[in-house]
């Protein structure tokens, strides 16, 4: 059974780095890529970046200068890092599994508050 | 970056009605299409993807068309489960792209 789920500070203060983690189950980060997706409280969705089954990455061109991903292939993770977080950075964080391009599974979400 | 333009932002139908929902590309996406289901304080779900594969779990009352850069989504006879908003994604380059989404309303 697949499942990705989220996890990480709830609130974080501006110009500060925010530290996520997706904890996958139900198939191998080897096979698969893990995208980061994340949506503003009552907005659409924004593909952030992915981590491909090999290891390499892709950003969203608007985000690339603070974000990173990586992985622990061992424990199953994938990390999310964002430095100098603003308030529009507020949102709900998801990462996903892609199977063969479109995402076929997500985690429920985490939401982050950027505020003082 | 390819854009999303989706249509309409919001609908009200009663139930049993047919609805469709569109996505217009910027470019040709060439069927790299799948459109989501997303209920209040849920993540989204998968629905159709290569514009017309119904994901396995998900009725057939649910259906995809398109081609190109069009792109709709059709659900027939509505059932109040069905009230939520809809996403289009394309997944033909990165960075990949959603639509606004369309808010559904059942009268």
């Known amino acids: 059974q697949v499942q990705l789920k989220e996890s990480g500070p709830g609130l974080v203060q501006p110009s500060q780095t925010l530290s996520l983690t997706c904890t996958v189950s139900?198939?191998?980060?080897?096979?698969?890529?893990v995208s980061w997706v994340r949506q503003p409280p009552g907005k659409g969705l924004e593909w952030m970046g992915a981590i491909w089954s090999g290891g390499s990455t892709d950003y969203n061109s608007a985000l690339k200068s603070r974000l990173s991903i990586s992985r622990d292939t061992s424990k199953s993770q994938v990390f999310l890092k964002m430095n100098s977080l603003q308030t529009e950075d507020t949102a709900i964080y998801f990462c996903?599994?892609?199977?063969?391009?479109?995402?076929?599974?997500w985690g429920q979400g985490v939401m982050v508050t950027v505020s003082s | 970056d390819i854009q999303m333009t989706q249509s309409p932002a919001s609908l009200s139908a009663s139930l049993g009605e047919t609805v469709s929902i569109e996505c217009l590309a910027s470019e040709d996406i060439y069927n790299n299409l799948a459109w989501y289901q997303q209920k209040p304080g849920k993540s989204p779900q998968l629905l159709i993807y290569y514009a017309s594969s119904l994901q396995d779990g998900v009725p057939s009352r649910f259906s995809g068309s398109g081609s190109g850069t069009q792109y709709s989504l059709k659900i027939n006879s509505l059932e109040s489960e069905d009230a939520a908003t809809y996403f289009c994604?394309?997944?033909?380059?990165?960075?990949?792209?959603f639509g606004a989404g369309t808010k559904l309303e059942l009268k």
């Open positions: 994604l394309q997944d033909s380059e990165y960075p990949y792209t």
């Open positions: 996903t599994r892609a199977e063969l391009g479109y995402f076929d599974y």
């Open positions: 139900g198939f191998s980060l080897t096979s698969n890529s």
